[in-house]
């Protein structure tokens, strides 16, 4: 019994070690498997999250390319948006060329309704022509079918006029080519050289003293008797006078040749050989008239108005001899003349004096053609002359073929290349108007503009004038040339007043 307890009991205690091993084990076991799983856990979560790297970096490659093929996939969509619209409005065009079309054969249509309605009637009226032709005689026939033509081909025949009318001016402007050139090959003549100052050639140097004088009282009497400036250079014997007035320098030249001669330069001396040689200046004037009607062969012209047109040799257009324009104006109208069939002599004469009122613009108001007409009037001149000359410058209407002739031959002695220069025009031009200006105020005896218009000299009267006055005339011309006149730099302006005694003793 003892053995059976303490069987019981040692199996009881070997159930009790066995249960407590085991559950040793267990636990043992347990702790091993957790911490198999944590390491497991540990490596999940590694793995997990390099996947997750790798899966973000493939999704990041996936996205970009999604964006790329999705770029792409917008570009071609724009391509063919704009692909689409492109052909829209090609077949929108191709649409409006088939409505074009289609309404143009509707009117090619119309008209060959048109046409065969007309053919239809022209059918029937020729078959009616053709009966009253059965009953009509030749020349009635011949007219009858002329005047259908002209009638049917009105167009026809309007155009060919028209082409043949051009053609017949395009002729008529060469053939009149041909007489101009044909003109002026047989015209050669030379233009005055002279035109704004004139050479004196001296015998010595030592002269030039002698004009000059003491302290320079001869050149300044000199000067301002004639109104020219008298240029003393280095040139040797040679002395220059200077103005813009043609008229005033003939009168110094020679004027300065008398006193040269005669040896005695003074300023008594002086006014007389002035004095002396406008008297010269005036044979000169009508021997010039007298050469060019010579020249012309006009001598049947009144001596009154050759020596009115021998003015004109002192006178510059655009720095053309006037004279010498009016001479050669006068052959190349007459040239023309004799090819066109007209009065020789009355295109001659007109172009010769159609310039004749320049002689007298200075004294009388009015355009020189007014001028001009006024004094060829009064002198007895041939009505046609008159006619011919007056519409040079289409001031009249054009009386004759004489009067086409001259503006003609005036126009292209003027427009010659050589014979004008403008800028010498508008020099002279400005002169005068310095020395109008100072004309203009009352008092004023004599005024002069030297220096190329950079000096105006005023005489004026001593017993109409005093010194406070004189001072002021100087003011008043500086001012009007400020308002009138345009010029480069400044203009001197000086106003001279002197006091001449005279007493004689007997």
Do not use: W
């Not at 999705?70 to 409505?99: C, I, M, P, Y």
């Not at 050139?181 to 003549?189: E, I, K, P």
């Amino acid at each position: 019994m003892t053995i059976l307890i303490t069987a019981a009991i040692a199996g009881l205690i070997g159930l009790a070690a066995g249960f407590a091993l085991r559950r040793l084990i267990l636990l043992s076991q347990r702790s091993t498997l957790e911490l198999e799983l944590k390491e497991k856990r540990l490596k999940a979560k590694e793995d997990a999250a390099e996947i997750n790297k790798l899966a973000e970096k493939e999704a990041a490659k996936i996205t970009k390319s999604a964006q790329v093929e999705a770029e792409k996939l917008r570009q071609d969509l724009t391509e063919e948006k704009s692909g689409v619209t492109e052909a829209q409005a090609n077949l929108a065009t191709e649409r409006n060329r088939l409505e074009e079309e289609k309404k143009e054969l509707k009117e090619k249509e119309q008209g060959l309704k048109e046409t065969k309605n007309i053919l239809e009637k022209h059918r029937t009226e020729f078959e009616l022509a053709l009966a009253e032709v059965a009953s009509m005689s030749k020349s009635e026939a011949r007219e009858k079918l002329l005047a259908e033509l002209r009638k049917e081909h009105a167009d026809d025949l309007t155009v060919r006029h028209k082409k043949l009318e051009t053609a017949g001016k395009e002729k008529l402007e060469e053939r009149a080519q041909e007489m101009m050139a044909s003109v002026l090959q047989r015209l050669s003549r030379s233009v005055d050289p002279e035109i704004l100052s004139t050479k004196v050639t001296l015998s010595n140097d030592d002269l030039k003293g002698k004009i000059i004088g003491k302290d320079g009282r001869n050149i300044r009497a000199f000067q301002q008797a004639t109104g020219v400036e008298v240029i003393i250079d280095e040139t040797p014997e040679t002395v220059t006078i200077s103005s813009y007035d043609p008229i005033r320098r003939a009168i110094a030249k020679h004027a300065l040749d008398l006193l040269l001669e005669d040896g005695r330069v003074q300023p008594a001396r002086i006014e007389q050989f002035v004095a002396d040689a406008k008297e010269k200046v005036n044979r000169i004037t009508k021997e010039r008239g007298e050469a060019a009607a010579q020249e012309l062969g006009l001598l049947s012209l009144d001596s009154r108005i050759i020596a009115i047109l021998g003015r004109l040799h002192f006178r510059t257009s655009y720095g053309q001899n006037v004279l010498e324009h009016s001479i050669e104006a006068a052959h190349i109208a007459q040239m023309l003349a004799h090819e066109l069939g007209a009065d020789a002599e009355i295109a001659k004469a007109g172009a010769l004096v159609h310039d004749i009122g320049k002689a007298a613009d200075h004294e009388l108001s009015g355009s020189h053609v007014d001028i001009g007409i006024h004094i060829l009037t009064k002198f007895g001149a041939n009505e046609k002359i008159i006619t011919a000359m007056k519409s040079h410058h289409d001031d009249c209407p054009h009386g004759s073929l004489e009067a086409v002739i001259v503006q003609i031959a005036d126009g292209v002695s003027g427009a010659r290349p050589g014979a004008r220069k403008q800028s010498i025009e508008s020099y002279v031009s400005r002169l005068r108007e310095l020395e109008k200006i100072a004309s203009e105020i009352k008092g004023v005896v004599n005024s002069y503009a030297i220096e190329a218009g950079r000096e105006v000299r005023v005489f004026v009267n001593s017993s109409q004038v005093n010194e406070s006055q004189a001072y002021q005339i100087a003011r008043t011309i500086a001012t009007q040339i400020e308002n009138r006149v345009s010029y480069p730099g400044e203009v001197k302006v000086h106003v001279i007043r002197e006091t001449r005694l005279t007493h004689y003793a007997r």
